[in-house]
């Protein structure tokens, strides 16, 4: 036995201090003669002390005190190495699959070692591999015992597999061959359960003693796509449990290989799996390409994504209906779309200033003349426009709208006006009544749809029934525009080119006042189709075979797929596990590509259960600590102590005399003395990102710094001191400026006077109090200048923007926390800050200023309104420079800028330098202009 802190036993030295307590004794009492003694003795006392405690009990206590002080020393029984079988050949199997990547040297060290010892004693190897069980030409190898030299040659360069384990197919290949006599069994195993555990264990048990080697401290982790497209939930990170929380980390690559995001991911204790949020705009969230786990390199930790994972911008014209629930225009828009694209509503006139590709018009948002001469410009250029009928549209058939002007020149197109261009055929007045009453017809069911159409295998439910429609005029060359009809052959969907965009119609309504469409999964695999056709997505036919064109290494690398990979149906990626056969990658041509994910078919991560017996790869029983043992028999002693000691006060007679109440008080004493060690053994909180480094000494009291406000975000902190760091290295490198390192601050706690520059990101939970606000408002009255970053959330643009809020319209969530935190503050009315802004050349000449984010708006206070000699105390911006400048610890920049690459980041780093400097120095550079004037002057 081993004892993990052995100081802990000094406290067996109050042993005899215990002894010397728990046994002593009051003085004796005076004698006094009394006469009235006989009256004492006929009363009976409640509560009497003893003179000293019964043996029994003072060896109870002495026994916990002993348990405790043993249990604090944290003993651990060793355990003894298993004798080594020297005789006989050594089966060796090994889990080369993709949960046993990230500890792979140390697996292929010890299957090396093992070799190596059986080379010595002459003993032939049998190699048995749970992932690749298979050869290389595909067919079922049997397994055969080898010199051990062939063996070590090919361990030499044998690499994990990227997809699991098979221990069902080795389990099949033991049992249909016969095997010779075995010395014993050595399983190097991933301690992962999987299905044919119990077989395979049968099997090599029979084979031999089983020695089972698991890695320590090695972290199985696995990412799996998410179990929905809502949210900002992207990936579910799956791993065994443990006793302790874990922290890891989540890097999000763009499609060229930079990093948008490192996203930190917490796993709570005895969790088996946590989603993984990454919080990004949706143009930014569209580029993502892949994700991978830090740290741990394989194919189950790399999260491929394919074109069914981008959320497509889609605009939801309003059209001033009431919107209520099951009755609005809208309602089943909302519900159809919102799992897979980025919705927004508004006016159209609001839409068409917006970069959407797809805009969906329900029955009556576009009945403006003038709207809809808007509208076909708009699909002229390139758009999508999806309209559905309704009373409005059958209506304005029947007024007569629609035949051409009386001004149309003769044999022009009535589909060439600017009402009808809006339309993809021809309609008929009025609607089509099916069912009810006053019908003879009866509802009808869909037609499967043709090859040509975008819905061509999707499955249509026996249940979906039209009630009601707008009918398409006849003409020749109708089916060429029908993309869905009815049984009876009258168009339901049809569609038209109107320069480059396109022109769908719905021939019935949004709502399910017409059909029960709207109220089928159908609907939503229709919109999805439409989406994805606008957005120049193809969608493969579900029996077409998609062949792999990049697949995943067991390190998680995309490169060139195998000779054993072989195509998938498009409708198999769901269901289909990786195999040798069809390895995790991207499968088919860009247009349609598809991603197969190496633990999408994982549910969860289990221990399995041993196979033998199990050691460390020095052969040896893991270490029994027996520390939580020793504590809770020490409880439990004390806890029949207590129970006595209640006994004993109730009067009860467990001894030659009753107990003392000075043995509780002994107790007590004892108790608090084992504690305090464990109470000096704990060491001093580790700072966070979240402890600000001025807390003490403020540093920027001794040096120029530049601070940032803590948001209590450790993700978001930390990348605000990277980038100050590297913003503060780029302006020390290039100018006369000497910064140290930023520290971070929490506004009302922290002196806010040392620092020319405050940096604020903007979080959606952000926050202020009035202590906050007048520490703020102070430090912007003595000069300091405010930089607010809303990271990224501004979507809008320059001609829509109200100057008056300080931004522009943007996401939801960064609008309202940014007028919650500036609302108190003293800021001057904004204007976008154009070139000619002192801010553009204090130092740099720039026109543009971006951040990780080009084309962003920034807010500065108008001229000739700010106090401080025109200088502006705050500066508000959506660029996300923090990403832009950040520099991690080895001088890399780990955040890509978007779309510019270096040219934009070294934009970001100039306007950094600049801000700087307008910050250390105010209007200077204003004054130059008027220096050949005063030149002038004392010339004269």
């Known amino acids: 036995m081993i004892f993990l802190t052995p100081l802990a036993l000094l406290g067996l030295l109050s042993l005899p201090l215990v002894w010397f307590l728990l046994r002593a004794t009051p003085p004796r009492p005076r004698r006094q003669s009394f006469p009235a003694i006989q009256i004492l003795r006929s009363l009976h006392p409640q509560e009497v002390d003893a003179s000293r405690a019964p043996l029994w009990l003072l060896l109870i206590r002495l026994c916990a005190v002993t348990l ?88 030499a360069s044998l690499r994990p597999s990227p997809w699991g384990t098979d221990r069902t197919a080795l389990a099949r290949k033991l049992a249909a061959h016969s095997l010779p006599s075995i010395g014993n069994v050595v399983y190097i195993a991933n301690g992962v359960a999987s299905d044919g555990d ?41 791993a065994l449990p443990a006793e302790a929380p874990r922290a890891v980390t989540v890097h999000v690559h763009t499609q060229g290989g930079g990093t948008l995001a490192v996203v930190p991911v917490t796993l709570p204790a005895k969790s088996g799996g946590t989603d993984v949020v990454v919080d990004l705009p949706t143009t930014v969230r569209n580029r993502i390409d892949r994700l991978s786990l830090s740290g741990q390199p394989s194919a189950a930790t790399t999260l491929l994504l394919d074109e069914g994972d981008r959320l497509r911008p889609v605009g939801l014209m ?50 403006d003349p003038a709207l809809r001469q808007k509208v076909a410009e708009w699909v002229k250029n390139g758009g999508t426009l999806i309209r559905f009928a309704g009373p409005a549209l059958a209506g304005a058939q029947h007024d007569g709208s629609a035949t051409p002007p009386p001004d149309a020149p003769a044999g022009t197109d009535p589909l060439d006006n600017g009402h009808d261009a809006l339309l993809p055929v021809a309609l008929l007045d009025g609607s089509r009544q099916l069912g009810g009453t006053m019908t003879w017809g ?41 993309w869905a009809r009815l049984a009876d052959g009258t168009p339901l969907v049809t569609h038209k080119e109107l320069g480059k965009g396109e022109v769908i119609l719905f021939h019935v309504s949004s709502t399910a006042d ?148 000075r043995s509780s008080i002994a107790m007590a004493f004892v108790l608090l003395c084992a504690a305090q060690p464990a109470a000096q053994a704990q060491t001093p909180a580790t700072p966070t990102a979240n402890t600000p480094a001025t807390a003490h000494v403020p540093g920027g009291a001794l040096e120029t710094r530049l601070a940032y406000v803590l948001t209590g975000h450790t993700d978001i902190d930390t990348v605000s001191r990277q980038g100050l760091q ?90 309202s926390a940014l007028r919650r935190v500036t609302n108190g503050l003293p800021i001057p009315p904004l204007s976008v800050m154009t070139d000619h802004h002192l801010l553009a050349h204090t130092f740099y000449m720039l026109h543009e ?59 970001a780093y100039r306007f950094g330098v600049n801000a700087v400097i307008y910050a250390l120095t105010g209007n200077y550079k204003a004054d130059q202009v008027h220096v050949p004037m005063l030149l002038k002057r004392l010339g004269e």
């Not at 089983?210 to 900002?232: F, K």
């Not at 990271?791 to 100057?803: E, I, K, L």
């Open 68 to 155: 405790l002080v043993l249990g604090l020393a944290h003993p651990v029984i060793t355990g003894d190495a298993l004798p080594s079988a020297g005789h006989g050949p050594l089966a060796l199997v090994l889990d080369d699959d993709m949960l046993s990547a990230a500890s792979w040297p140390e697996r292929l060290a010890v299957a090396q070692s093992l070799v190596d010892d059986a080379d010595h004693a002459n003993r032939p190897v049998l190699l048995l591999r749970t992932a690749g069980t298979r050869a290389e030409d595909g067919t079922d190898a049997p397994p055969t015992l080898r010199p051990a030299k062939m063996v070590r040659q090919e361990l």
């Open 849 to 907: 200023f971006p951040g990780r984010y080009a084309g962003q708006n920034i807010w500065v206070a108008r001229e000739g309104v700010a106090e401080n000699d025109d200088v502006s105390p705050v500066i508000i911006g959506s660029g996300d420079w923090a990403h832009a400048w950040a520099v991690d610890e080895n001088g890399n920049t780990p955040y890509a800028v978007i779309p510019g690459g270096a040219e934009q980041r070294q934009l």
């Open 318 to 367: 309003t059209t001033g209906a009431a919107d209520t629930p099951l009755i609005g225009p809208l309602f089943y828009l909302r519900r159809a779309l919102a799992p897979t694209a980025d919705l927004h509503e508004g006016p159209a006139a609001t839409l068409l200033a917006q970069p959407f590709s797809v805009l969906i018009a329900p029955d009556g948002a576009l009945a």
């Open 514 to 661: 017409w059909s029960n469409l709207p109220l089928s999964g159908l609907f939503v695999s229709m919109l999805q189709r439409l989406t994805e056709h606008a957005n120049g997505v193809s969608i493969p036919a579900d029996t077409s075979i998609l062949s792999p064109v990049l697949t995943l290494d067991g390190d998680g690398a995309l490169g060139p797929p195998p000779a054993t990979a072989k195509g998938l149906r498009a409708n198999a990626f769901a269901t289909t596990q990786a195999s040798a056969a069809h390895p995790p990658g991207l499968y088919g041509p860009r247009a349609t590509r598809r991603a197969l994910n190496a633990a999408t078919q994982l549910h969860t991560l289990t221990p399995a259960a041993a196979f033998g017996v199990i050691t460390s790869p020095s052969g040896h029983r893991p270490d029994t600590p027996v520390g939580r043992y020793c504590l809770l028999a020490a409880l439990a002693l004390l806890l029949l102590d207590a129970a006595l000691v209640l006994a004993m006060r109730q009067g009860l007679k467990l001894g030659k005399r009753p107990f003392s109440r």
């Open 198 to 238: 119990a077989q395979l264990a049968k099997l090599l048990q029979a084979l031999g003693p089983v020695q089972e080697i698991r890695i320590p401290d090695s972290a199985i982790y696995a990412l799996q796509p998410a179990h929905s497209h809502t949210g900002a939930v992207m990936a579910h990170l799956l």
């Open 442 to 482: 009866t509802p009808q069911k869909l037609a499967p749809f043709d090859a040509s159409s975008p819905f061509h295998g999707l499955a249509i439910p026996s249940d979906v029934t039209i009630s009601r429609q707008v009918l398409a005029s006849p003409m020749a060359d109708l089916s060429a525009h029908s």
């Open 726 to 815: 590297g913003l503060s290295d780029y302006a020390n490198a290039r100018t006369s400026a000497m910064l140290g390192h930023p520290d971070g601050v929490t506004i009302g706690q922290d002196d806010l006077s040392y620092y020319p520059l405050l940096y604020w990101p903007i979080t959606a939970d952000a926050h202020i109090t009035p202590q906050q606000t007048a520490a703020l408002t102070a430090f912007m009255a003595h000069g300091g200048i405010l930089l607010i970053d809303t990271q990224g959330q501004d979507s809008g643009n320059a001609d829509t923007a109200d100057p008056s809020s300080g931004f522009a319209g943007d996401a939801p969530g960064s609008r």
